[in-house]
C-alpha cells in the first residue's frame, strides 16, 4: 500500500507539471484555441480524480472509516485532521468543478474553467499534497 501511495503522489505532481507546461496564461488565448481547452479541461478531470484515487488510499492507510461517495473522501481526511476544513472545501468544489467538465452538465462556462485552472487547481492540489507530506503517520509509513 505504502508504495501504491507513493507512485500515485508522483503521479499527481507529474500531471500537475504537466498542465503547467501548456496552460496558457492570458483567458484570450485559452477560450480561442480548443485543442488546449480540450486537453486543460482533461488534465482537471485527471488531476482531481488522481487526488481522490490518492484521498482514499490515505484513509485506508490509517484506518479511518471509507466514505460514502468521493467527496465524502475529503471530509474524512479533515475528520482526522491531515487536511484543513478550508482545503477540505475548495478540493469538494474542484470535485464538482470536475464532474461538471466530465459530464457537461449544462454548458461549461471556460471563463470559470480556465480561471480554476489558474487560480486554484493548481494552487490547491499543491497545497493537498504539502498537507499529507506533514502528517506524521504517514509521513513515517512512506518512508518504509
Excluded at 6 to 19: N, P
Excluded at 66 to 75: A, C, V
Excluded at 85 to 92: A, D, G, Q, S, V
Excluded at 113 to 137: A, G, H, P
Amino acid at each position: 500500500m505504502n508504495q501504491r501511495i507513493k507512485d500515485k503522489i508522483s503521479e499527481v505532481e507529474q500531471f500537475l507539471t504537466e498542465l503547467e507546461s501548456f496552460i496558457p496564461s492570458k483567458f484570450i488565448d485559452y477560450s480561442h484555441d480548443l485543442k488546449t481547452r480540450a486537453a486543460c479541461e482533461r488534465y482537471f478531470e485527471k488531476i482531481i480524480e488522481a487526488v481522490v484515487d490518492l484521498s482514499f488510499l490515505l484513509i485506508r492507510e490509517i484506518g479511518a472509516m471509507l466514505p460514502e461517495d468521493e467527496k465524502g473522501s475529503f471530509d474524512s481526511l479533515k475528520n482526522e485532521g491531515i487536511i484543513s476544513e478550508k482545503l477540505c472545501n475548495k478540493l469538494k468544489d474542484a470535485k464538482g468543478m470536475s464532474n461538471i467538465i466530465a459530464h457537461n452538465y449544462g454548458s461549461v462556462d471556460d471563463e470559470i474553467v480556465f480561471n480554476s485552472l489558474n487560480e486554484e487547481l493548481i494552487t490547491d492540489v499543491s497545497d493537498f499534497l504539502d498537507q499529507i507530506s506533514k502528517r506524521k503517520e504517514i509521513k513515517k509509513n512512506l518512508k518504509k
